[in-house]
């Protein structure tokens, strides 16, 4: 035999002994590897087994002689190891048949043993606890063997003296005595209660038919009573429903005169609003916008007024200034000249610087005119003032002369000599 695995399904068990296993290895529905030589396998069957437990002529406690045949249903069981391992024991080798006929002996001799402790009636009237105690007994000694009994059942009992046919026989006549009683008086009762209920039947007719004439009376009275009131309520209704009819017209002809106040009334409002709109509409569409035309036109003149204001004072201010500044650029340039001829003839010795200075006098009016020249051109000056210092033409005049009066520091800066030293020597 090769070595390898060996399998068995989930009715079958593998028992492994040999090398390696101190005690056999148990496997149900598995699979183990083996190897050749040094190991042994072998396999259990663990299907569950149909036993038909024959116990013929078995006396009883009364010692009445009966036969029993009961069917069980045992397997080994795989699932406990110790129970396992104890049906290995005793039937490992074994053939299915043979288990099934171990545990057929074993359990016929226990069915034998309750058959002799009961009597013919409790094994005939109380099958469950005679199968109940078989079961029990024969578990606790099948166990040992490592088998389970799954269940058992009683299927027969039969006995040759005839003595379950007598008990048959006397339980049947004794249910026949019962019945004959119970049926004559079922029928007894049954008259008693037809003639009962025939009489209550009669009672109550007499008492419905009572109940219908007195039923009847009265209906005839309310009928006559509730005649006479319908008939009164008939005439009432009548009367007041002409009576109504008249207040109603009364009351239509007072709501047709409300009718035609309210129509009046509502026609002199019209009116009133339609007065109230054509004065509306009159105002809306005639004064209003004369109104609203009278005050543009006025706003509008006020508002030539004031710029024909602002701009003569503009031009006149312009005028000032400009007028001011050709009086100074005169005065500046006449200044200018004679201080020119003054140190022409006092610096011939310095010619040089005096040449420069010439030249430089020569320059400054064209300076302080054409620093004039944008002024003369302006129609219109606008001024802007924080609230500090001179404002109008004599701001402007002063910032001509700021400009003007940088002259000679840019003489200075251009050629090194003081202009305001030079004038302040010669004379």
């Not at 190897?35 to 024959?54: A, C, D, G, R, Y």
């Not at 019945?179 to 079922?186: L, S």
């Amino acid at each position: 035999m090769s070595c390898g695995f060996v399998t068995c399904g989930p009715n079958e068990a593998l028992v492994v002994s040999g090398c390696c296993y101190g005690k056999p290895l148990l496997i149900p529905g598995g699979r183990v590897f083996v190897w050749p030589l040094v190991q042994q396998v072998q396999k259990i069957s663990l299907n569950t087994m149909t036993l038909q437990v024959e116990s013929p002529t078995v006396y009883t406690s009364q010692g009445v002689p009966i036969s029993v045949t009961g069917i069980a249903q045992v397997k080994i069981q795989g699932q406990n190891e110790e129970m396992l391992s104890t049906a290995c024991e005793q039937f490992l080798g074994k053939s299915e048949q043979e288990i099934h006929d171990i545990a057929l002996v074993t359990l016929e001799g226990h069915q034998r043993a309750i058959m002799g402790r009961m009597t013919v009636e409790e094994i005939y009237k109380d099958r469950k606890k005679f199968s109940r105690e078989v079961f029990e007994v024969a578990s606790s000694d099948l166990v040992n063997m490592g088998i389970t009994v799954v269940s058992y059942t009683l299927k027969d009992i039969r006995d040759e003296e005839g003595y379950l046919k007598a008990l048959g026989m006397a339980r049947t006549a004794e249910v026949k005595r019962d019945a004959r009683i119970g049926e004559a008086e079922a029928r007894r009762d049954a008259q008693i209660r037809e003639a009962i209920a025939e009489e209550q039947r009669m009672a109550a007719r007499f008492l419905n038919d009572t109940e219908i004439a007195k039923a009847q009376r009265d209906f005839e009275l309310k009928k006559a009573a509730y005649d006479v009131e319908v008939q009164t309520k008939k005439a009432e209704a009548e009367m007041a429903f002409e009576l109504q009819a008249a207040k109603t017209k009364q009351r239509i002809m007072e709501e047709q005169m409300q009718v035609k106040v309210v129509e009046r009334g509502q026609e002199i409002a019209v009116q009133e609003q339609e007065k109230m709109r054509r004065e509306k509409e009159l105002e809306a569409t005639v004064r209003r916008p004369a109104d609203a035309e009278k005050y543009r036109l006025e706003k509008m003149a006020e508002a030539n007024k004031l710029r024909t204001v602002i701009e003569a004072e503009a031009e006149a201010e312009a005028i000032k200034i400009r007028g001011e500044a050709e009086a100074q650029a005169i005065q500046a340039k006449a200044k200018a000249e004679a201080e020119q001829m003054a140190k022409k003839a006092a610096a011939w010795n310095e010619y040089k610087s005096a040449a420069m200075i010439d030249m430089m006098l020569e320059t400054l009016p064209k300076v302080a005119a054409e620093v004039a020249a944008p002024l003369s051109q302006a129609k219109k000056i606008t001024m802007v003032s924080s609230g500090n210092g001179q404002v109008g033409a004599e701001k402007l005049t002063e910032e001509v002369l700021n400009i003007v009066t940088r002259v000679p520091e840019l003489v200075k800066s251009m050629t090194g000599v003081d202009i305001a030293k030079v004038c302040v020597q010669s004379h």
